[in-house]
């Protein structure tokens, strides 16, 4: 994707922090991501995670940070008060375009079918996108840990929501 990895993020965070900005930090993470690299490949896993990594790129301000954690999952630091905006317009984007990574049949079926790791097919719905988005100024965050935790957290209530989604706490 060449954007910063993992190190460079948490330097962001810290910096962040240090400077004492209220910001929004979001955590991107594609939903049935495993499936779709399990039925599709790691090639047209990868021209995915490029995608969205350009979605991002091109919807988020070139003051504000856009890093890769590793696989599906990216992180952004950006302005708090166009936090929601920005959110919308990724989902936007990224649910008008991802169709095109799967076949018309698949498509149409809203699903595909992967093994499950004893052998059996299961459905999965197509990749969808949540946003775990957290306020550094409703909490006094004093780590890049204790931003992440909580990112966490939120997350597991975007995957419960079906579809994609963004929370903003």
Do not use: W
């Amino acid at each position: 994707t060449e954007l910063p990895g993992s190190a460079m993020v948490e330097r962001a965070l810290q910096r962040m922090l240090s400077a004492g900005h209220t910001r929004c930090v979001l955590y991107f993470d594609m939903d049935n991501f495993k499936a779709y690299n399990d039925v599709y490949g790691f090639e047209s896993g990868d021209r995915l995670i490029k995608h969205l990594a350009n979605i991002i790129r091109s919807e988020i301000n070139g003051a504000d940070f856009v890093g890769h954690l590793g696989g599906d999952d990216f992180v952004a630091i950006v302005d708090s008060t166009g936090s929601e905006d920005v959110c919308r317009r990724i989902l936007d984007a990224f649910d008008g375009t991802v169709a095109g990574f799967y076949t018309k049949q698949d498509t149409q079926n809203g699903y595909v079918i992967a093994k499950t790791p004893h052998g059996y097919d299961e459905q999965h719905q197509l990749v969808s996108l949540s946003i775990a988005g957290v306020l550094t100024a409703k909490k006094p965050y004093c780590t890049p840990l204790l931003i992440t935790e909580e990112a966490g957290r939120i997350k597991k209530k975007c995957k419960q929501v079906t579809g994609s989604v963004f929370i903003i706490s």
